[in-house]
């Protein structure tokens, strides 16, 4: 069998190899690798010889005898320095001096021998750039069908080395009615889903409007979204679940409808501020708060804190600077230079997760999470003080038009107030921003002339971001939703909406850095750590308040 692959017409066989394998009678594998192993240390000074000439820039590899620079450019193809410096996946592959020297050197075989290569080629590198390179294919991960599918044993107990019998594919036997039909077609997962959204399986469609009711009000109508069933709390409104699953299933299984049944509901656009409710208002009525503190029973709206994406794409929304494209590569959403794609494009790094993400409660990777805890620590109030980002919005915001144009200081407070909260500022929060501005010029000139601050203001920073927090939950005014009041002033005085724009394929949003963290960094410029004026210290002081990051 040998002396026939060695003179094969179809297949020549390298002649250097031919000649160390020829009338070798071997016995295991380890005979033909040691053959091997004989034929390359014969060649080694004529194959290091060829590899430096390779990697001498001016020096042409074509002087090598075919039958070495063969040897040489395995496993991989040996191109000249001169190639290799042109191509970026080339420089991540591999170092061509280094693995082609060592890997003469120290030969090894057996189960080694497969991990060798790992140490040389770096295929964390070459991974990102499959993620950031402008000519990197579009790609996303997909499951096929195995040739022969096959059933699966029963583990006892767990334990896969105790085989129960086979059990063939087919759905649930508590969710179905007489015989189960078992799948046939492939493994079987398009006949599953088909009957999981069956007409005879009324969970399903249960399952799904009680999630896009928790993400509309904060909880479900079932509080347990992960276990609808009779081990369950039972839902506040079974009415209710039952007319969205019904009302979901005849029409077409449409989220985008049902997402504007419930936001046209009134029940959705009640105030969470109890006081204006006229159950509260009402002499002599039932207190609503002392039956249903909770609000289980919908009486009035759900105050709900924003996940950390809509807060940051309130923030680049603010800014102006938005991006409205369209798919496109990943982007990193937390690190300088700051990303203006919108959150949904994050690149999220499930061995390393962002600690900025993780201070916003955002979810394990790696673990299914129907609903994310919301927790409220000092790294938040930190990252909008001291993060570039948030300087970057408050000079944003104070350079806006309407901002700039204000014919009064007042008018002024009351555009960044419609900016950020969408809604006016009360009496006692423009005095409070008032005496903000004339303590934070006082200083401005007193540092320019080089003397203590003699200013009468009667408030500080911290004052006037406690003022507009308490108008977040006081009798003055309500929380506003700042997704909406950036929209709202993003297309206010004519200005049209933001068409939908395809992201172009040689779009270029971030590269890998190549470093330890194998995270990707955005191509841009670092935001200038110039000192803010009194203007854009009251948009960031604003920024710092509460009301900025709840909703309702």
Request: proline share 8%; charged share 25%.
């Amino acid at each position: 069998m040998l002396a026939a692959a060695l003179n094969d017409p179809k297949h020549p066989v390298n002649p250097l190899i031919a000649s160390a394998l020829r009338g070798l009678k071997p016995k295991t594998i380890d005979d033909v690798a040691l053959a091997y192993q004989k034929a390359y240390n014969d060649s080694k000074a004529s194959i290091l010889a060829h590899i430096d000439r390779c990697a001498t820039p001016g020096r042409s590899s074509k002087q090598t005898p075919p039958a070495i620079a063969q040897m040489a450019a395995y496993p991989w193809p040996l191109p000249d320095i001169e190639e290799i410096l042109e191509n970026e996946e080339c420089i991540a592959l591999f170092d061509t001096r280094k693995f082609c020297a060592d890997w003469q050197n120290r030969p090894v075989f057996g189960g080694q021998n497969n991990r060798k290569p790992v140490a040389y080629f770096r295929w964390a590198q070459v991974n990102e750039l499959r993620l950031s390179h402008p000519g990197a294919p579009r790609e996303a991960m997909a499951i096929q069908d195995a040739a022969s599918p096959r059933d699966s044993y029963v583990y006892l107990r767990g334990d896969k080395n105790k085989r129960g019998p086979t059990v063939p594919r087919r759905f649930l036997e508590v969710l179905s009615q007489g015989d189960r039909p078992a799948f046939n077609d492939g493994s079987g997962r398009l006949e599953l889903a088909k009957a999981i959204v069956a007409k005879t399986n009324p969970i399903a469609p249960r399952v799904a409007m009680n999630r896009l009711w928790l993400k509309h009000f904060g909880e479900g109508l079932v509080l347990t979204p992960d276990d609808l069933g009779n081990m369950s709390v039972p839902p506040s409104h079974p009415e209710l679940l039952d007319w969205l699953a019904d009302d979901f299933t005849k029409n077409g299984w449409t989220f985008k409808r049902m997402h504007r049944q419930i936001m046209l509901s009134s029940a959705y656009r009640q105030d969470s501020n109890p006081n204006l409710n006229p159950l509260v208002a009402r002499k002599g009525a039932v207190d609503p708060l002392k039956i249903d503190a909770a609000n289980r029973l919908l009486w009035r709206g759900n105050l709900r804190r924003l996940d950390f994406e809509s807060i940051r794409d309130s923030m680049i929304l603010l800014t102006g600077k938005m991006s409205p494209a369209v798919g496109g590569q990943p982007a990193n959403i937390t690190d300088e230079p700051y990303s203006y794609r919108r959150s949904l494009y994050g690149y999220v790094d499930r061995l390393r997760l962002n600690d900025t993400l993780s201070q916003f409660d955002y979810a394990d990777p790696d673990m299914a999470n129907s609903k994310r805890g919301s927790t409220i620590v000092p790294q938040q109030a930190l990252f909008f003080m001291n993060n570039p980002l948030s300087v970057e919005v408050a000079r944003s915001v104070a350079a806006r038009p309407d901002v700039v144009k204000a014919f009064s200081e007042d008018a002024r407070i009351n555009a960044m107030f419609m900016a950020i909260f969408q809604r006016r500022a009360t009496s006692n929060e423009i005095r409070a921003a008032r005496d903000f501005l004339d303590k934070q010029k006082a200083m401005t000139i007193a540092a320019a002339r080089g003397t203590p601050a003699t200013g009468t203001a009667k408030t500080s920073t911290s004052g006037s971001s406690r003022t507009s927090a308490k108008g977040a939950s006081g009798k003055d005014a309500k929380p506003a939703n700042p997704v909406a009041a950036a929209q709202g002033s993003a297309t206010k005085k004519g200005v049209p909406a933001t068409k939908k724009v395809e992201a172009p394929d040689d779009m270029m949003m971030s590269v890998s850095t190549g470093g330890a963290e194998g995270i990707l960094q955005n191509v841009g410029e670092t935001i200038p750590r110039n000192p803010l004026t009194p203007i854009e210290l009251l948009a960031h002081t604003l920024l710092l308040s509460n009301e900025f990051v709840y909703v309702n």
